[in-house]
């Protein structure tokens, strides 16, 4: 591996995670779609940016730049505010404008530039290493990396700080503000880093992969965790390991560095939709064909056990008694057997005496509200799952 | 006469030039169990929330004790509507708890073993501790509710907020509600609840205030808990029959 290629591969991984600590926040607040509005609007911050510093990592132009998207957002804000339009619709009004108006700035007077509109767009990772920062003739490695190594220390200082503020105000704005701290600090704060690290990245890997990175590792981390720290680690490390995988994918490809990263991210995504343990596809399709299993069974030793008649336990006409409609009555019967909740006799369904007590507690457990009872009984519950 | 917990002097709250409340004056007195009732759109929650700063008045001042919201946050504590928050989020039980101690730490400061200790035992109070690090999306309606009120518990603040703690509980819950209610009573903390069940608030509260956009009438639930003032706020011929 020559020094350039682990050059992009670390400007690549700072660069994902600078982008799913706010991507976190983002996904949770419901506002994705913002980081993409910024994304783009922040495109004739950066053409004025560049215009005055003539570098395009100048911190001038970052905050410029940064500033146009906190403007996008206060723009959004507003025009929902009429409530003439919806948040999304405001959304899809504001960012166009303002990056068309970048795209004409860059036409205009831009042409001959290093800007240029599929750079903005998708960004080049693969020049990021030619760009170097010189002092007193010592090579201090890329100026991307240097932009987005800041970037990600200012985020993550910021992070620790105000951890504690970002997650209730996320979770409770009302509360929030009762305890005295002012959700819209924190509102403004979150969108000024989103906009601040999305102009670092933007060089790096365009407008759009930054949102790719902003909100597909949240959302995959989301899938995997009910804790909110975990979840930032695990955005980071969907992040990193993406960055590094889609370098790869487009070296071994011949490709573009962001889109492959782009496809490595959702792919990511969409393994982890299916398997996750607990909210995943396959995790839920098969929870809820346990689930009917399940409430079959009780129904089936419920219907036993309220009655005594012959005719109404047999076996043929279990289906008739008791309307099956999605789970076959065979293997609810086997089930039962299995548990030696019942025993035929003449194809006679009788309840044995453990599947009497178990229906009993069956009952309660349906009746009760006491928590505690409840609670004991669910460990019970998963017994009988085939 | 005891002390005023609360003032509100000429309150109005409009949302898009419609009044919603309109020149509320109100004063509740220290260590009353009071039910804010009214039909919908009444501005009950509206009344909560402008008290409590976080909807702006557009006219009307409130005290805490005599002072302004700002400087007492510390004795005030809020459980707002369940509907009100995202119970997806990524948290456990136990972490929401710890939310009503952030008020006393401040910015920045993070809480400690202190703070894990005062969520505990507001969990305990609630019946909740056995679900402590159960994610907050896994807890029945009733349960996520106990969750909001142990939160505002553990704020020990002089004076508590409840929006509609009853909706949609199931009945451990409402007895669970019921029995906080009452300590908080008994340590002469200050209650105001938004309430629906016009059947339960001769049995719930002392105090009682009806609210339809302007205040109809407030006082102890024996002088003012009557047909008249139902009617007044509920409109023609409302009536209930009220076991005294």
Known sequence: ?386 | MEKIAVKVDDLTVAYNYKPVLWDIDLQIPEGVLMAIVGPNGAGKSTLIKAILGILKPIAGSVTIFGKPYATQRKHVAYVPQKGSVDWDFPTTALDVVMMGTYGSLGWIKRPGPNEKKRALEALEKVGMLSFKSRQISQLSGGQQQRIFLARALVQDASIYFMDEPFQGVDATTEVAIINILKELRKANKTVVVVHHDLQTVPEYFDWVTFLNVKKIATGPVKDTFNDDNLTKTYGINYKVSIQK
């Open chain 1, 1 to 386: 591996m020559t020094s350039a290629q682990l050059e992009i591969q670390l400007i690549a991984s700072l660069v994902a995670i600078a982008c799913a600590i706010p991507g976190t926040f983002l996904v949770l607040r419901k506002m994705a779609m913002i980081s993409d509005a910024i994304s783009h609007s922040i495109l004739p911050g950066i053409v004025v940016g560049f215009f005055i510093t003539q570098d395009l990592n100048s911190p001038l132009l970052i905050l410029l730049a940064a500033l146009t998207g906190v403007l996008t957002v206060v723009l959004v804000e507003k025009i929902q505010q009429t409530k003439l339009v919806k948040e999304d619709t405001a959304i899809g009004l504001v960012f166009p404008a303002l990056f068309s108006i970048g795209v004409i700035m860059i036409a205009k007077y831009a042409n001959d530039v290093h800007l240029d509109i599929d750079a903005v767009l998708l960004g080049e990772l693969a020049f990021t290493p030619f760009d170097r920062v010189f002092y007193n003739g010592i090579d201090f490695g890329p100026k991307s990396l240097w932009v987005i190594a800041v970037i990600l220390l200012v985020t993550l200082t910021l992070l620790l700080l105000f951890y504690k503020e970002l997650k209730m105000s996320t979770f409770d704005a009302g509360l929030a503000t009762s305890l005295g701290f002012s959700p819209a600090i924190i509102h403004y704060g979150l969108m000024s880093v989103a906009s601040i690290t999305t102009v670092g990245a933007f060089d790096a890997v365009g407008a759009i992969l930054v949102v790719a990175l902003m909100i597909a590792p949240a959302a995959t981390a989301y899938l995997l965790t009910t804790n909110l720290t975990k979840m930032i680690i695990l955005a980071c490390f969907f992040g990193v390991f993406s960055a590094i995988a889609g370098y790869w994918c487009a070296n071994y490809l011949d490709a573009s560095i962001a889109g492959s990263i782009a496809t490595v991210l959702g792919l990511v995504f969409f393994a982890v939709y299916l398997f996750a343990p607990h909210k995943g596809l396959i995790a839920v399709l098969y929870r809820e064909k346990q689930q009917r299993i399940e409430v079959s069974l009780i129904t089936f030793i419920l219907h036993l056990k309220n009655h005594k008649e012959v005719e109404e336990r047999h076996v043929n006409h279990l289906s008739e008694h008791i309307n099956w409609q999605k789970v076959r009555s065979k293997t609810v019967l086997d089930l039962a057997l299995k548990n030696n909740f019942v025993s035929i006799e003449n194809s006679i369904i009788s309840l044995t005496e453990k599947g009497n007590e178990f229906t009993t507690k069956a009952i309660d457990y349906i009746l009760t509200n006491e928590d505690v009872q409840i609670e004991d009984m669910k460990k019970d519950f998963f017994l009988f799952r085939g």
